[in-house]
C-alpha cells in the first residue's frame, strides 16, 4: 500500500527551470524524512537533496547545491524539487524516495521508491 508517485519531468533547454512533485500515500508522511535522487544513463545511483521529516532541515549534494530547492507539504504529503539553471549533467531520472535510517547520502538508506520521472536537459 505504501506509494510514492513523481510528476513534473520533461525536455528543458540548459539554462531553464523545472519542478518536480512526488506524491506520497500508505504511510504517516509527516513522521519520515525524505529524499531526491537520480540515476544518469549509465551511471550508479546519485544523491540529490534530503529534508526532515519537520522540513527544517536540508541537505544537497555539491552538484546541485544553489540550483535545487526542496521542500515538502506534509498537508498534502508531497515532496517537492524545484531545479534552477539546468545542465546537460542533470538529465536523469529522478526519484523520491522515503529514509528508513543510515548515512542520508547513501541510496541504501532509502526503503521505499517511486517510479521516477525522466528529466531531460538539451538543446
Known amino acids: 500500500q505504501v506509494q510514492l508517485v513523481e510528476s513534473g519531468g520533461g525536455l528543458v533547454q540548459p539554462g531553464g527551470s523545472l519542478r518536480l512533485s512526488c506524491v506520497a500515500s500508505?504511510?504517516?508522511?509527516?513522521?519520515?524524512?525524505m529524499a531526491w535522487v537520480r540515476q544518469a544513463p549509465g551511471k550508479p545511483l546519485e544523491f540529490v537533496s534530503f529534508?526532515?521529516?519537520?522540513?527544517?532541515?536540508?541537505t544537497y549534494a555539491d552538484s546541485v547545491k544553489g540550483r535545487f530547492l526542496i521542500s515538502r507539504d506534509n498537508d498534502k504529503s508531497t515532496l517537492s524539487l524545484r531545479m534552477n539553471s539546468l545542465t546537460r549533467d542533470d538529465t536523469a531520472v529522478y526519484y523520491c524516495c522515503k529514509f528508513k535510517g543510515g548515512p542520508i547520502r547513501n541510496p541504501l538508506s532509502y526503503d521505499v521508491w517511486g517510479q521516477g520521472t525522466q528529466v531531460t536537459v538539451s538543446s
Open positions: 529534508i526532515n521529516a519537520y522540513g527544517g532541515s536540508l
Open positions: 500508505g504511510f504517516i508522511f509527516s513522521n519520515y524524512a
